[in-house]
């Protein structure tokens, strides 16, 4: 997608970033800083969950790194989304079209279930960052637009994306599990 394209459908909206993209850009700010610089000119707001936190912070056992990724997420994320009463129950739904599917068992964890929870709920507002693309098929989610990171130092190159919710592929997909249901 043009740049032009991806700044009219994500402008002022927000961004949640995936765990993988703060632990990427944690190791390797400079290279994401223009992701970052991007985000900013377009006045969009990065945000987190808790469970993001989690996951980008438990395995920091020493107090220094632990206060490290604590401010790195602040000085990243400008907010956090609340857990939400239906949060489970939305990841559960979707972890069971996921199935149905086809989508291997264990490909997709909790946490991204509960990512995709939010993008539903949010599906005009949000979008998700992330550089795991398996975990965020596209039966569910648009790929709006890949977004790459060259880290000159090291020769890596990230290919993070922009993913939307496609509410009009989750109608189809329910469609789908209420005539299994009716089956039985």
């Known amino acids: 997608m043009?740049?032009?394209?991806?700044?009219?459908?994500?402008?002022?909206?927000?961004?949640?970033?995936?765990?993988?993209?703060?632990?990427?850009?944690f190791d390797h700010f400079d290279a994401f800083r223009p992701l970052f610089e991007f985000l900013e000119e377009n006045n969009c707001q990065v945000v987190d969950f808790p469970l993001i936190q989690f996951e980008f912070t438990r395995n920091t056992f020493l107090?220094?790194?632990?206060?490290?990724?604590?401010?790195?997420?602040?000085?990243?994320?400008?907010?956090?989304?609340?857990?939400?009463?239906?949060?489970?129950?939305?990841?559960?739904?979707?972890?069971?079209?996921?199935?149905?599917?086809?989508?291997?068992?264990?490909?997709?964890?909790?946490?991204?279930?509960?990512?995709?929870?939010?993008?539903?709920?949010?599906?005009?507002?949000?979008f998700l960052l992330t550089m795991n693309h398996k975990d965020f098929p596209t039966l569910l989610f648009n790929r709006v637009s890949i977004f790459p990171v060259d880290e000159k130092t090291t020769d890596d190159v990230f290919a993070p994306a922009f993913y939307q919710f496609d509410v009009k592929k989750l109608t189809v997909l329910r469609g789908k599990m209420g005539k299994v249901n009716n089956q039985y």
Do not use: W
């Not at 990841?91 to 079209?97: K, N, P, S, Y």
């Open 2 to 25: 043009e740049k032009e394209k991806l700044v009219a459908l994500i402008k002022s909206r927000h961004i949640l970033l995936d765990t993988n993209v703060f632990i990427k850009a």
């Open 63 to 126: 107090p220094d790194h632990r206060e490290q990724r604590e401010l790195f997420l602040k000085k990243i994320a400008t907010a956090s989304l609340p857990l939400h009463k239906d949060l489970i129950k939305d990841a559960l739904e979707i972890a069971r079209i996921y199935a149905h599917q086809g989508v291997q068992r264990g490909q997709i964890s909790l946490v991204d279930c509960c990512i995709a929870a939010y993008l539903m709920k949010y599906e005009k507002n949000l």
